[in-house]
């Protein structure tokens, strides 16, 4: 008999898992299918992000900053430590243990909340069924559901004529894996994955660089803070080239020749590794029989809705397998949205305040327009600024790198993007997100009293700024 569901969730990503608990909470009889295995053979959920993305990157990132720290910064503090080294292979299991406890915590809510976990491949069928396919053996079996939510997620981009090894040529699973520091790795890329995962490596010892086709650095962000990220970058022993297309790349022995294109012509250049981490495309292969009636656009994303909703009544499509930016927090808000509209409540999404947030050092986080959007769409618009330079904690801690900078609308005054580079950018982007969730003005902030010594008075005199009254700047 073929086993019933009101919601059948494909993929446990941050989009599916978060989408199944909603469910589950709002009494819905909820399973998940994800094919993920870990290294123990078993389930993994959480998807990329736990597993391959987000959370390992984080892991690494942490990790490499105390030790590039404890080279190059204890001095300062009057701490003088020798003989400093770096175990790899603790490094990358310390990595592993945060990446199980966090998937083993998914399972664990799994339970608590009766969701049906089944552990293989799904693949939409016509009318609300599922093709299962278990992870152990080839055996199909039919699910059936009310309401089907699609969160297959994301998978990386190749290129043509540089093929992946996995050993020498590898993309962002092989960068988290790697058991020794490359003396020269090559990242294909200089997008948010290529920079954080170039920084972890070029901390531990490598000579990065970073190949980059376009013609400017983190084209996405505000200009002012792409240009400040760039310089620091640089300082930091980073090689971005820019305006570099890498046309193929060959493995030879132990190194890795890639052929490329710039301003002064064809050249050849060698590397030990090589990352390849030019984007990521939606995960749709094997997961859509060929009368499923779900329709992909043009670029391969499951066609959706404001609402997340397919062509398909009660099939619905959340995360990196849709349009809008491939960030956990928006498939995560996706499936909660999605859950609650199945259970008959409201819910929407403010794709304007989704946070951006890149984990280099320093960080950079942003929400809502950038300069060059405001004047592209011909709004009147202040802007407001400040260096971390000027606050006392920044100092304090020894890193003092960066800026807020604030554009509030000319006449209403209603903030309409924030962008901050340095110390703590991606916790101080969070206070910014709810200004603007609730249409808050420079002036809100400006009167909202912020503790001192903090990192958040550089928003504080960022918002004074907007209407040129900053207490500890010129204005
Ligand atoms: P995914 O996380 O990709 O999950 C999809 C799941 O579905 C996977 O487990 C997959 O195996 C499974 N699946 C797919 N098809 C099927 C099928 N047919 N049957 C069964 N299972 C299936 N985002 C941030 O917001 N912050 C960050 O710091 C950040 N860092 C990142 C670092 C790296 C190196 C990478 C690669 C990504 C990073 N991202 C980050 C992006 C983030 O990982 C994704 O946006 C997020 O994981 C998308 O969630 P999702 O649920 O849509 O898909
Ligand atoms: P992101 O989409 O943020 O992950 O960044 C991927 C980056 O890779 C983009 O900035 C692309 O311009 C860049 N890119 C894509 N293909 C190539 C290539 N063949 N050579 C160099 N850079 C590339």
């Not at 942490?62 to 404890?70: A, L």
Request: net charge negative.
């Amino acid at each position: 008999m073929t086993e019933k569901f009101d919601v059948i969730v494909i993929g446990a990503g941050p989009g599916g898992y978060v989408a199944a608990i909603r469910a589950a909470q709002l009494g819905l009889n909820t399973a998940c299918i994800d094919m993920n295995t870990g290294k123990d053979g078993k389930a993994a959920l959480g998807g990329t992000c736990l597993n391959v993305g987000c959370i390992p990157s984080k892991a690494l990132l942490d990790s490499s900053k105390h030790y590039h720290h404890v080279k190059n910064d204890f001095a300062t503090h009057g701490i003088n430590v020798t003989d400093v080294s770096i175990d790899i292979d603790t490094m990358i299991a310390r990595k592993d243990a945060v990446v199980s406890k966090l998937t083993g915590g998914v399972a664990q809510l799994f339970k608590a909340n009766k969701i049906k976990q089944y552990h293989g491949r799904g693949r939409l069928l016509a009318n609300r069924q599922v093709e299962f396919t278990a992870h152990t053996s080839s055996e199909k079996t039919v699910l059936e559901a009310e309401n089907i939510i699609l969160a297959a997620g994301s998978v990386p981009i190749t290129i043509p004529n540089v093929e992946y090894d996995n050993e020498y040529i590898i993309d962002n699973e092989g960068a988290l894996q790697l058991t020794e520091v490359p003396p020269r790795l090559g990242v294909i890329g200089a997008g948010v994955i290529g920079l954080e995962l170039g920084s972890v490596w070029q901390r531990l010892g490598s000579k990065v660089t970073l190949l980059e086709a376009l013609p400017s650095l983190l084209p996405t962000a505000d200009q002012d803070i792409s240009k400040q990220a760039g310089r620091a970058f640089k300082k930091q022993g980073l090689d971005i080239r820019l305006d570099t297309l890498v046309k193929s790349a060959s493995i030879t022995g132990d190194t890795i020749k890639v052929s490329l294109e710039d301003k002064n012509g064809e050249s050849e250049i060698s590397f030990d590794r090589l990352l390849v981490a030019v984007g990521r495309k939606p995960n749709t292969e094997g997961l859509l029989a060929d009368d499923s009636g779900v329709e992909l656009n043009k670029r391969g994303q499951i066609e959706v809705n404001h609402q997340s909703q397919t062509k398909l009544e009660g099939v619905w499509a959340v995360g990196d397998c849709v349009r809008g930016p491939m960030l956990a927090h928006k498939a995560s808000e996706e499936g909660i949205a999605v859950a609650e509209l199945i259970a008959g409540k409201a819910a929407h999404i403010h794709f304007d305040t989704v946070p951006w947030v890149i984990y280099t050092d320093p960080e950079i986080a942003w929400v809502g327009k950038t300069e060059q959007q405001l004047k592209e769409q011909g709004v009147s618009y202040h802007v407001g600024s400040f260096p971390f330079a000027a606050t006392g904690r920044g100092l304090a801690m020894g890193n003092a790198d960066g800026m807020v900078k604030m554009l509030a609308d000319a006449d209403t005054d209603e903030i309409l993007g924030v962008h901050i580079i340095g110390p703590g950018a991606s916790e101080l982007i969070a206070e910014c997100v709810v200004t603007m969730e609730f249409h808050g003005a420079s002036e809100d902030l400006a009167r909202i009293i912020h503790a001192h010594p903090t990192l958040s008075e550089a928003i504080h005199e960022a918002a004074l700024h907007v209407d040129k009254r900053a207490i500890h700047r010129g204005n």
